[in-house]
Nanobody
Framework: QVQLVESGGGLVQAGGSLRLSCAAS????????MAWFRQAPGKEREFVAA????????YYADSVKGRFTISRDDAKNTVYLQMNSLKPEDTAVYYC?????????????????WGQGTQVTVSS
């Protein structure tokens, strides 16, 4: 079992930055690929970014590429999402997720564990 707890959300003006954190319980954090998803009101949950077990491979949705950076610190059992140049359309609840599967990290279906989410609101 892995428990995930997100933090770092809040209200920010367009063009600003936020860093989200996702703290994981358990001693097997390094065996999980991690991802961030987001869900805006009335919309489906969508992929934002993912990072491999080693941290050596990252993937991003086109909508955030060049603005967001995913990273992990296995010593702290934490994955981060640095969000820069935020836009009003980035407003959503952001969730972190974990999987031991080796592919399709962009799909919510492959992730076995989810956090409770943290709200990010970007004002124009």
């Amino acid at each position: 079992q892995v428990q995930l707890v997100e933090s770092g959300g809040g209200l920010v003006q367009a063009g600003g930055s936020l860093r989200l954190s996702c703290a994981a319980s358990g001693r097997t954090f390094s065996s999980y690929a991690m991802a961030w998803f987001r869900q805006a009101p009335g919309k489906e949950r969508e992929f934002v970014a993912a990072i491999s077990w080693s941290g050596g491979t990252t993937y991003y949705a086109d909508s955030v590429k060049g603005r967001f950076t995913i990273s992990r610190d296995d010593a702290k059992n934490t994955v981060y999402l640095q969000m820069n140049s935020l836009k009003p359309e980035d407003t959503a609840v952001y969730y972190c997720a974990a999987t031991r599967r080796g592919s399709r990290w962009y799909s919510p279906d492959v992730h076995d564990y989810w956090g409770q989410g943290t709200q990010v609101t970007v004002s124009s």
